[in-house]
């Protein structure tokens, strides 16, 4: 059977969900084997075995950490000439996309990007996209060389898959590009105790309507109770009352969680594109002619500030 | 020595409007208003940003697309970019990001630079790895996803703020940069800048013009096939409640249905 090569994000050796997702995928093209860089890389080994990992390719060096991008091209480049795998599976994280990309140029192959879906085809993996603000599906694959997919979050379900993921060192010579980015600080994020936006099951987000920054408090409160990851609008960003990092849209992430709760949010197509493929969307907006209210299962037309604290409540009550 | 600065810049359907495919698989270009995708806007503030502090530099904003994607060229124009080069060539229809990479590359290499910037993503294609490509095959660093850059003595330095870290970076020029929508709103045009964008410089360069066979571009010669594309079936009307003094309790009733709590 063909060996998938699935690019493996890692933090010091715990693997990130997403990463799992892919070698669901994976074994429906074939037997997946991962590529671990750097800090960590050994100890992703039992968790990538337990999901269907044969094998697990590891290489760590000061480079991946203090240069960006450019070192885990050269480590992935090395791991495709090692294995000559049917497909390479990338993570659809901002890097990830970097990545993926750059190495398509090098072993001169097409590129899909940010697939929600993947299958086996006659003609190489068939990847789904989502287009135009979610409002298309496409069915795409790569047509020239050994196929280079991104994949989002959420793209399919973790699956116990218990395999050898036997450790094998991948040998890696850095090229003359990977030290011309450096790295010469970095803060981590801290940790607010809530799922990541992008594998969330539940988000809540809050927009314009929250009005104001110390409002948040009881958008994080109604997510609490349900174990949800905060989101916010652009227009909620771009005033200063919530992080970036939290941006759901076009431009910040783009979510697809089992429910989604718009608190306050108009849902304007800038929105629209990175929540519109959420299995179910409930809405609170004061506003009865809000187009978010076209999207949902259910919406409540009123006062996020009277509705969400009495969801809340409500929640509480009922989870005892 | 004068900043050489090569702004990327992409021609867009409306996000606003009702975009959809042709026939051929491609994006429609025809039944949708065009327009500079906005976030090519903040690649092009940052860039006149740089150059207001260097001592000297020249903005040339490139583009590949039809012939309508001139009107992103003078709005590029109009805000302070000094001259401007279109890439349009009738076998470039269908060109996939590998391809439109390669040409970016090609033009780029003509067209003499120091730095590159590159917004963060289109707002059609939206794959946002671009900037990248155009690092690899230029063999210069890539600087990418910046809040905040500037550029001092031939180094470029900036901010990336990632998922799970925020990262300065810094290298020297020449070099590839994207910026996000986070590195600063960008300028309106004034009247005067509108008027003296008309009497900038467009150049058109063809396929032959950066030595490019047809095959290795379009539709036919691209690195990926889309197969189908459909259009999402529109959400089925939900229940919407006025809230009456029980909506709170009465979205958490439809939750506990959904078995959410």
């Keep these: ?320 | 020595m004068s900043l050489r600065i090569v702004v990327t810049v992409k021609y867009v359907p409306d996000a606003t409007g009702d975009r959809h495919f042709a026939d051929d698989l491609t994006v429609d270009r025809d039944d949708v208003d065009g327009l500079l995708s906005e976030l090519d806007e903040y690649a092009v503030e940052q860039a006149l940003q740089i150059a207001e502090d260097a001592d000297d530099a020249e903005i040339t904003v490139l583009t590949v697309g039809p012939e309508d994607a001139k009107d992103a060229l003078r709005k590029a124009l109009s805000m302070g970019a000094d001259k401007a080069i279109h890439v349009e060539d009738d076998d470039l229809h269908g060109t996939d990001v590998i391809g439109t990479s390669l040409v970016l590359a090609k033009a780029i290499e003509k067209a003499g630079y120091d730095l590159v910037i590159s917004g963060m993503a289109s707002t059609d294609g939206t794959a946002g790895v671009v900037p990248a490509l155009l690092a690899e095959r230029l063999g210069v660093p890539q600087v990418t996803l910046l809040s905040e850059v500037s550029v001092e003595d031939g180094v470029v330095k900036g901010r990336r703020d990632g998922d799970t870290a925020s990262e300065q970076l810094e290298a020297s020029l020449p070099a590839v940069v994207s910026v996000t929508d986070q590195s600063g709103e960008a300028r309106y045009p004034s009247f005067k800048g509108i008027m003296a964008a008309k009497k900038k410089p467009v150049e058109s360069w063809d396929l032959e013009d950066l030595e490019i066979e047809a095959d290795e571009v379009g539709l036919e010669g691209a690195w990926t096939k889309v197969d189908s594309a459909t259009e999402r079936p529109a959400r089925t009307a939900g229940t919407i409640v006025k809230d009456e003094g029980e909506g709170g309790k009465q979205l958490a009733e439809f939750l506990a249905g959904q078995k959410f709590i």
């Design chain 1, 1 to 320: 059977m063909a060996e998938v090569l699935v690019y493996v994000d890692h933090v010091d050796g715990a693997v990130r969900k997403p990463t799992l997702e892919l070698l669901t995928l994976a074994r429906r093209i074939g037997e997946p084997v991962a590529v671990a860089l750097g800090s960590g890389a050994e100890n992703t080994a039992a968790a990538l075995a337990e999901h269907g990992a044969v094998k697990v390719l590891t290489h760590d060096a000061a480079e991946y950490a203090d240069y960006l991008v450019v070192p885990k091209v050269d480590a992935l480049q090395a791991a495709v000439e090692a294995v000559s795998p049917a497909a390479v599976l990338v993570p659809s994280s901002a890097e990830g996309k970097e990545i993926a990309a750059r190495l398509a140029v090098r072993i001169g192959s097409g590129i899909i990007t940010d697939a929600v879906d993947l299958e086996a085809g006659d003609e190489g993996p068939v990847a789904t996209q989502s287009a135009f603000a979610a409002s298309f599906t496409t069915k795409s694959r790569v047509s020239k060389g050994t196929p280079v997919i991104t994949v989002k979050p959420n793209s399919a379900a973790v699956e116990a898959a218990p395999a050898a993921g036997a450790v094998e060192a991948l040998s890696v010579s850095f090229s003359e590009q990977a030290t011309g980015t450096k790295v010469t600080a970095r803060t981590p994020r801290e940790s607010t105790g809530r799922p990541e936006l992008t594998e969330a099951a539940i988000v809540v987000s809050g927009g314009r309507g929250v009005n104001g920054a110390e409002n948040f408090s009881i958008i994080e409160a109604l997510a609490d109770s349900l174990g949800a990851a905060v989101g916010a609008s652009r227009a909620a960003v771009d005033a200063g009352w919530y992080p970036h990092t939290n941006q759901v849209g076009q431009t910040g992430k783009s979510v697809s969680p089992q429910l989604y709760i718009a608190s306050g949010i108009s849902g304007a197509i800038q929105h629209r594109a990175g929540m519109q493929t959420s299995k179910t969307i409930v809405a609170i907006n004061k506003d009865a002619e809000a187009p978010i209210f076209d999207l949902v299962d259910y919406g409540v037309v009123g006062d996020l500030f009277d509705v969400v604290p009495q969801l809340t409540e409500e929640i509480k009550t009922r989870k005892g």
